[in-house]
C-alpha cells in the first residue's frame, strides 16, 4: 500500500523568506504523480504543484518549486518569497499511475506566514 | 477551468435521517468522482471512488451501507449518509477527475453535522 508522510505538521516563515515543507512516500509502484495542495480557512483545496515520477526535471510554477528525489522518495516543496496569502495546510498527495482510483494524501503542514 | 461545486455546503440533521451530498463537474465530464472525509485538523481519507454506471468502490474500513454512493452521470455524483448518528459528523470532500494530467479538482466540502 501506498503511504505518504508528512514529518512536519507546522511551520512558520517570515513574509518574503523562503520555506521548504518535506514530504515522503513509500511505493513500489515506478510510475505514479505526485502533488502539493494547499488547503485555506475556506477548505477548498487548490492545486499548488504537479510532479509525473518518470520526468526527471522538477517541477516550477512561479514562486512554488519541488524537489523530487524517486530514489529517496521525497517530494519536497519550497516556497520562495512567501506571502501572507500562502499561509494555508498544505497536503502532499500521491496518485498511483496504474490505479487511478488510488489517490493518498499525507497528514499536512499548517504553514503561519508571520508579517 | 474545472470547476467542480459541492452541495450542501452545511448540514445539520438529526441522529437517524438521511443526508444526501451532491457533486457536479460544471464544466467537464468526470471520468471518476472520489469522496473524502475530513476530521478537524486532520488529513482527507478516501472513502471511495465512483465511475458512472457502475458500483462504486469503498476503501476498507468504510461502510457502504452507511455511505451510498450513486454516480448517475458523469457529471453528478451523490454521497448519502444514511441513518446519520453523531460519530458521522465531519467534513467532506468530494473531487472528480477530468481525465489525462492525473490531477483531482475540488468541490468546496459540505460540513455534516448530526445532533
Known amino acids: 500500500a501506498q503511504t505518504v508522510t508528512q514529518s512536519q505538521p507546522e511551520m512558520s516563515v517570515q513574509e518574503a523568506e523562503t520555506v521548504t515543507l518535506s514530504c515522503t512516500y513509500d511505493t513500489s509502484e515506478s510510475d505514479y504523480y505526485l502533488f502539493w495542495y494547499k488547503q485555506p480557512p475556506s477548505r477548498q483545496m487548490i492545486l499548488v504543484i504537479r510532479q509525473e515520477a518518470y520526468k526527471q526535471q522538477n517541477a516550477t510554477e512561479n514562486r512554488f518549486s519541488v524537489n523530487f528525489q524517486k530514489a529517496a522518495k521525497s517530494f519536497s516543496l519550497k516556497i520562495s518569497d512567501s506571502q501572507l496569502g500562502d499561509a494555508a495546510m498544505y497536503f502532499c498527495?500521491?496518485?498511483?499511475?496504474?490505479?487511478?482510483?488510488?489517490?493518498?494524501f499525507g497528514s499536512g503542514t499548517k504553514l503561519n506566514v508571520k508579517p | 477551468g474545472a470547476v467542480v461545486s459541492q452541495h450542501p455546503s452545511w448540514v445539520i440533521c438529526k441522529s437517524g435521517t438521511s443526508v444526501k451530498i451532491e457533486c457536479r463537474s460544471l464544466?467537464?465530464?468526470?471520468?471518476?468522482m472520489f469522496w473524502y472525509r475530513q476530521f478537524p485538523k486532520q488529513s482527507l481519507m478516501l472513502m471511495a471512488t465512483s465511475n458512472e454506471g457502475s458500483k462504486a468502490t469503498y476503501e476498507q474500513g468504510v461502510e457502504k451501507d452507511k455511505f451510498l454512493i450513486n454516480h448517475a452521470s458523469l457529471t453528478l455524483s451523490t454521497l448519502t449518509v444514511t441513518s446519520a448518528h453523531p460519530e458521522d459528523s465531519s467534513f467532506y470532500i468530494c473531487?472528480?477527475?477530468?481525465?489525462?494530467?492525473?490531477?483531482?479538482?475540488f468541490g468546496e466540502g459540505s460540513r455534516l453535522t448530526v445532533l
Open positions: 473531487s472528480a477527475d477530468r481525465g489525462g494530467s492525473g490531477e483531482l479538482f
Open positions: 498527495a500521491y496518485r498511483s499511475a496504474m490505479n487511478f482510483n488510488k489517490f493518498y
Open positions: 464544466d467537464f465530464q468526470a471520468t471518476t
